[in-house]
């Protein structure tokens, strides 16, 4: 079957729309912090959750247990709560005889196990529940018309159809296609880590796939016949259309299932997704692929195992599941019972062997007997639930069966709802906190410049070393995105793609290359390295080699396992050191950008020679290559150089020329690419100004500079831990910042840039000396770089700033370390200090650090703001000045780079606590690399998409506390007010509540807090207390 | 009159299909004391009638009690009712005593293989007995869970599966190891029909514990195993390793 292009183009869109709540996966040598309902930030928050809890199959929110113990420790605001529960009542039947409020208050804050209630839905409703509160046995006839409309809910409305047969007959058909799948996308994914790639990966997926799985013995022993249903069918879009017509899904449905097809893997979806979005990306060029390929495959698969899986009486279209729902109503119900769990165990059994059996009136009396049997345990969950609510039975049984049915659903409408409540009453809490504790206070006027500023990343672990590092001298410190504004694309000495230093949300337009004078050497343990690689991932080596050089692996694990600090260090040792490097960052001209590929390809040429005519270098002249390159180019005659090389006839000579064209690309349209490209590299005199410009007047440094002016990039170090990026900077694209931090701080030391910047009233004296550093976030220490640059004059205070960063280190390992630790004790800080840096080289630590566990806030404004407030860690500080950004181009960056990163970042973050089996990674220990871009949990599975337990959670419970980001701008009100209105993305997600914004008016020291579609205003001093901002739920 | 022993003892020694009755009968028998009883007192019934006989046993013996224990070892695979379950492992192994006999085995240690089958399922039946208090049946798949939620029951269970299913050092293990090396000369077949039963054997007890000990807790999965009832297992089951260890040892 063939398809229009206007049949295939609207398969496509399809498939595109239904494809948009599944999130990206980025593949994890940058780890891309992101919100997993970043599809669904157009609704509101708390309808987003609903449908993602839906969606995804995972919980949104934390259990009530947990947040109990909030309460109890002081993180939750109880009038919050209380006036959530009262707005959530204002529009809800009252009990009477029961004062709700009162009740549903003590219902969440009384420490009690969850009742296991059946929430909506369920068969026994007021009747039954009146019938079992007065002693008297539920009548069933009242549950029979609900059972079909029940079975229509649970197994229709855009659930995949094996889904549904799963569940009534047990069958494992959506096990075994999500294993399939997988297979195949690791088969044609995967980047590096098989020893035997898939054959014809360039077709694309679902042609390569389509070409293998129409051979695939694997596929025959499992009895499925893809061939048969690939015959008919070409090209993606045309197997789906005849999937989902076989299945005889409605059209207006396939955008749904499609959407729940691809939730059922979203790891590997999203990953999909991601690659076909990222041009840029090499795999994908090399081996493309699309939601198209992957639905198509997987719908194939789906169709076939349907197909041949199950009993004949297996529903095979949506149909014929209908039919068997409407006309073998009660089988259905026992089965689905039987297989989704719901089944009362005491008649388990019994229903088991009548469904096997197969004779109607054997199954008709087991469904006669167990309707009742389960209306009356329902029943009594029921009563229980509301005696819970209510702890007194006299005014339960006063009430009516519509009063009991209109309490039920109040009752179910709460436990939706609690989930907000409780968030709403933690974020009141955290709110109240912030404000009681910033200051706005005016900055007194210094009568001399301080020793050293630095500039930290915006992380949340920068807060950490910046109060610690002003804690022991003078030292004055700021806060930026850790790309300092710079988005660079960046080519690595020794490695041969481009790394994007950025958020994810730009594309830099300037590339910077790092390069080297010095020779590399130490061939000899690289080709040791390489050797030992060889024989582990060839096909038949393995074998011998553990025999042979097992051992060896031997020591190296006793090594790294007993002791890590000092075997490491003598490792590292052994392995030559990364040689001091450039960066090439300005513009070239193009005289040089054409001497440069003059200069390549004179390089290539020569080796061309070497190699095609085995002559010895010394014979290769400068006059025959020139001749050859000319000739190549074009711009000599052929035969040009027929005399230069010996004992060749012309017609050889014409060849050589003609391959040095082709095959050697030595030829003007390649140059001309060249040159193109060369044009991307470094900054111009003007863009290098403007990014100084930018990053200093962004944080309100503009004047009084230090003699040293730090540009601190931020990364982490970790052993066996594919989570590594994770722990980098995501303002620098899930890399450290130390390339980002050289990049600025060469910029910014160039006197031209100086001399630009002086005209814009930024002056800055001639001995300020910008020195690039880099923030171990795992180990806090701080490494300066390119000290080779630093002027004479500065040497000597070079010891004094280097003492000041070891003590800061110190302190901040003090602090923070004894929460990673199991007991939780204090440490004196040299054992802090130890500690840290062994759990930086221990191979078997799964906790390196906690990276942004915990975030809560992003404050906007200046340093005075919470210098005295000791955050732990907690916050996003970016340094604002609003008085030297009147054009609010400066707080518009800030708004749509940092704080929208800091939001993906806390969200991912805030459900991967919430549910780490669905939107986490779960535990590390169980994780496998995949293809060498994600992991898996064991040897097949989803992408494991989030954050691992190990960062969230501390022996199982919540280390993260899951809220919205807590965003505070100081400045004045219409100033700020413009600016979030201004940037879309974040007007989005201030007004869909995905984001607590507050703006702090220094100038009327007002608080103005954006809550329920409105801004409310308060004084700083009574915030905390007004009860209207509580009763609207602000705080 | 020997035929007429033979055909009572199939039905002791459960083969297929007189071993239904026996599965009938335990079905049908709930209270946990008189399971025990059935479980421990059955086979030795069949033994103590073919002892009775010295008539050498037909060859036709072989394949009829493999072809039992390896169709009740495959039943036992999908068997989802703890006491069911029970049944099938209990025909599937009490079969293959006839293959012990057969191969001219005493009856005195046959009798004690058939103890070494017999112990485990005892413990087996007391702890579904636990779980059908707590949750009205003994039925995988249903609640979940229980290492979350029962830890202490869930350690003994495991244990009691891994002794019902012949894991090494438990007595089961020893009868296998003992009847096995019995056939081997005479038919070596037999042995590796043995063998599977065994590796089925082993399956049907990972599945039983997959449904039962792993996945997300049952919230009302009442209270664990006391401390004193923990103790008196783990004494059983240390009795039944000593006992196992005795065996082996006594067996090579």
Known sequence: MSISLGEKLRIRAMVYTAGEPIPYFWPMRSFIHHNPLHGLEDLPFADAVEAGQRLFRARTFLTRRVYQDYLRDGSVDVDTLAAGVARFLADRPGAPGIDLQARLMALLTAPADAADGVPGGGLARGDAVHAALHGERPDAADAMPRVAGRLHAELSHGRPLYEAADSLYGTKIGQELDELVIKSCLDFFDEGQSVWGMPGREQGFFNAWRALARRDARLSLRGLHVKRLLSNDDCPEAVIVHVLEVLQIPEAQWVAYFTRELARLHGWAGFVRWRASAPQYAWGRLYPADLVDYLAVRLTLALALLSERGPKDLPRSVPALSAQIETRTGEMFLRHELYSGGVLPAMARRIEQALARGRDSAIRGVFDAYLPAKVADQASRQVQRLRQLTGDTAALRALSPAQLDDLLDTLDAFERHEGMLWLRAMEAAAITRLLENVSLAPVQARDKRPFVQALFCIDTRSERIRRHLEGVGDYQTYGIAGFFGVPVSFIELGKGSETHLCPVLLTPKNLVLEMTASVPTGEALTALEKVTHELKESVLTPFVTVEAIGLLFGFDMIGKTLAPRSYNRWRRQLRQGKPSTHLLLDKLSREQADSVVRAVQRAVIAKAIEHEFKLAPEHVTDDMVRALREAAMGHQPDNAASQLLPGLDRKAEQAFVERLRTEYRINPAFAQLQLERLGRIGFSLDEQTRFVSQALQSIGLTGDFSRFVLLVGHGSTSENNPFESALDCGACGGNHGLVSARVLAQMANKPQVRRRLATQGIAIADDVWFVPALHDTTTDDITLVDLELLPPSHLVYLDRLKTGLIAAARLCAQERVPTLTIDQQPLDAAAAYFGARRNAMDWSQVRPEWGLSRNAYFVIGRRALTEQFALDGRAFLHSYDYRVDSKLRLLDNILTGPLVVGQWINMEHYFSTTDNERFGSGSKVYHNVAGRFGVMTGNLGDLRTGLPAQTVLNKGEPFHQPMRLITLIEAPFEHARRAVEGVVAVKRLVRNGWIRMIVLDPETSLVHIFAAGEWHSQSKAGFGADEELKRIGAI | ?252
């Open chain 2, 1 to 252: 009159m020997t035929p007429l022993i033979w055909l009572l003892a199939a039905l002791f020694l459960p083969l297929f299909p007189l071993s239904m009755l026996f599965n009938a009968l335990l079905a049908r028998v709930t209270h946990v004391w008189l399971r025990g009883l059935l479980l421990l007192v059955w086979p030795q019934v069949g033994l103590a009638l073919l002892a009775t006989t010295s008539q050498p046993l037909p060859d036709l013996v072989l394949p009829w009690a493999t072809l039992t224990a390896a169709l009740y070892a495959l039943r036992a695979l999908a068997m989802r009712d703890l006491g069911g379950w029970s049944g099938f492992i209990a025909t599937s192994s009490w079969a293959l005593l006839w293959i012990a006999l057969w191969a001219g085995r005493d009856h005195a240690v046959v009798a004690l293989y058939a103890l070494g089958f017999s112990l485990p399922l005892l413990l087996l039946a007391q702890l579904g007995a636990c779980l059908e208090r707590r949750f009205g049946a003994a039925y995988t798949g249903v609640y979940g869970g229980l290492a979350q939620s029962l830890p202490r029951f869930s350690a003994i269970l495991v244990l009691v599966v891994l002794a019902v299913v012949a894991t090494p050092l438990f007595p089961a293990f020893a009868s296998m190891l003992g009847m096995t090396i019995a056939i081997v000369p005479g038919s070596p077949a037999t042995a590796v029909g043995m063998l599977l039963v065994w590796l089925l054997w082993t399956w049907a007890g990972a599945r039983l514990l997959q449904g039962l000990i792993v996945g997300t807790a049952d919230a009302h999965g009442g209270g664990d195993l006391g401390r004193a009832a923990t103790w008196s297992y783990s004494a059983l089951l240390g009795a039944l390793v000593v006992a196992g260890v005795v065996s082996i040892g006594w067996q090579l």
